[in-house]
């Protein structure tokens, strides 16, 4: 049989790469939330606004009070592989932000129209930038930042006809927000879809937070837990600090050695039918990990029957050295350096807090 000749190698140009790469990253709506409110508190945002319309098809904007972007660096900030969070090995090994890759901004803009608008404390007004035409423009808003992106997809019709209805697109853009204020409940979030307000929390204790979000019934059917294990027998190059991740939104751990678990285990009795109350963060990331879901599901193992669903929250700290969260590019999964030992942490975490809540009420009934 006759081979086929080989087929010209091209360079693709950068738009292209920003379009496949931006596959990887925004799948939809929800993806573009995600992205713009993990780089809002990545500036310090107290507060973090979205608003959507058509499900955040038609318009999302993020709009938070953190530093901003100075004017000058706007044009970069669009740039693909374009950063402020990391700029070595050593700092994505231990980095503490949401984000590093500098993907989020370029893949977006690539998939939409998009403009940022931005100003710092010192700026005497802010900038608009477009990220089609790069046109700069003043404009006017206070210290922080605002992100617009319309029309998304427009461009990639195969993408948007995977899109789902206003109503279901909507409802992941929601629980992308909640995912996020859950995490940081020192941070005042609000939710708007066409003009009408779906949602806000403002800041409050990690608790009150919870409560806010999951609901009061939530509460009412989990036990708080708090256990802490480690260190996890890293040996550290001489002379480097043995410190943890700086506190984040009142779950830090500063000072203290290991790992960290907090977060709150549903009763037995308040299983569901669906896994649809299972929050776990690492670090203050939202994540998916199949040995954390694992070693949960053992903790059940005794007082769960078949398909029932437990709830819980649970939040991971560690050492950012002992985790890699650059695995996945929307980092929804991560890596542990020591999986038995996370194991084992998050399972006794999670029999203790079971065990106390059948001994409270075995004392309950006595009384
Ligand atoms: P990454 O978050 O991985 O750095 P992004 O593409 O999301 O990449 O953002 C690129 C850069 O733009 C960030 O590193 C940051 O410097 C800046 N930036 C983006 N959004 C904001 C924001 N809301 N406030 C301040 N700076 C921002
Ligand atoms: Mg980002």
């Avoid at 427009?154 to 789902?164: C, E, I, N, S």
Wanted: charged share 25%; hydrophobic share 45%; glycine share 8%.
């Amino acid at each position: 049989p006759e081979l086929a000749p080989p087929r010209v190698i091209r360079e693709l140009p950068d738009e292209l790469i920003s379009q496949i790469a931006a596959g990887e990253v925004v799948e939809r709506p929800a993806s573009v939330v995600r992205e713009l409110v993990d780089n809002a508190l990545d500036a310090g945002a107290k507060n973090v606004l979205v608003k959507l319309m058509a499900g955040g098809v038609r318009a999302i904007v993020v709009e938070d009070d953190g530093c901003g972007i100075p004017v000058t660096q706007l044009p970069l900030a669009l740039k693909r592989h374009a950063t402020s969070k990391i700029a070595s090995l050593g700092e994505l090994e231990s980095v503490a932000t949401m984000g590093f890759r500098g993907e989020a901004l370029a893949a977006i803009a690539s998939v939409s129209e998009m403009s940022v608008a931005s100003r710092t404390a010192d700026a005497a007004h802010a900038h608009r930038l477009d990220a089609r035409s790069g046109e700069l423009s003043a404009a006017a808003r206070s210290r922080g930042t605002s992100v617009e992106v319309r029309e998304l997809f427009f461009a990639t019709p195969a993408r948007r006809k995977f899109l789902k209805t206003d109503a279901t697109e909507l409802a992941h853009c929601v629980e992308a927000v909640r995912r996020h204020a859950l995490a940081r409940p020192d941070v005042g979030f609000a939710i708007w879809h066409e003009g009408k307000l779906v949602d806000q929390w403002r800041a409050a204790s990690v608790e009150q937070r919870i409560s806010d979000v999951l609901g009061e019934d939530f509460v009412h059917d989990s036990r708080a837990f708090e256990h802490s294990a480690g260190p996890l027998g890293v040996i550290r190059p001489p002379g480097q600090a043995n410190v943890l991740a700086a506190p984040r939104g009142g779950q830090g751990n500063l000072g203290r050695p290991g790992i960290s678990l907090t977060g709150r285990a549903g009763l037995p009795e308040a299983s569901r039918s669906r896994a649809d109350q299972q929050y776990v963060w690492v670090n203050g990331r939202y994540v998916r990990d199949k040995l954390i879901s694992h070693a949960i599901r053992s903790a059940y193992e005794d007082v769960l029957h078949g398909q029932r669903q437990p709830s819980y929250v649970l939040f991971i700290e560690i050492a950012p050295e002992l985790v890699d969260v650059n695995v996945h590019p929307t980092k929804i999964e991560v890596r542990f350096r020591d999986g038995r030992a996370i194991h084992q942490a998050v399972r006794r975490a999670f029999i203790d807090a079971l065990a106390q809540s059948r001994s409270a009420e075995v004392a309950g009934g006595e009384a």
